[in-house]
């Protein structure tokens, strides 16, 4: 089959890693639109939970629309109360995301050096941050 495609039919993409600070300051929402999963939280693959963010992503966003709606009594033409929905959406995963990141930017850190100072500082690090190893897969992203 790889034989036989077509080498101009071909795309690649970099994918492109959000570090912590990224995700803490940069704006997720322009107008009536946001981003979500990957496009917001690029993670390396260190603790398995990209899947995961973007499925906790889905159920914050669908109950901040819902919500925000039983509220103003909107509907899809309700832009203002489409934009509150979306901005309280990125006020919720925020830090969760930062954290994430966070643990994720620590532990490839931690694989990638080879300096042992370096090591030692990202196991200190990620002992003093996240007391919890597992605590990562352990978040209630809440109901509908």
Known sequence: MVSNSDPD???SANLRYRPPHDVLLKPFRRGT???AGDTMHAMYPFLGQGGSAGLEDAIVLTRCLVETFHQTGGGQKDVKGIEMALDEYVKQRRMRLVWLTLQ???TGLL???SSLIGKFVCRILLAMLFRD???HHK???GGL
Request: charge should be negative; charged fraction near 10%; glycine fraction near 6%.
């Open 133 to 135: 190893p597992n605590g």
């Open 9 to 11: 039919s071909v795309h």
């Open 33 to 35: 639109v946001t981003v």
């Open 111 to 113: 694989f990638e050096t």
């Open 104 to 106: 994720i930017y620590l």
């Open 139 to 141: 978040y209630d992203s």
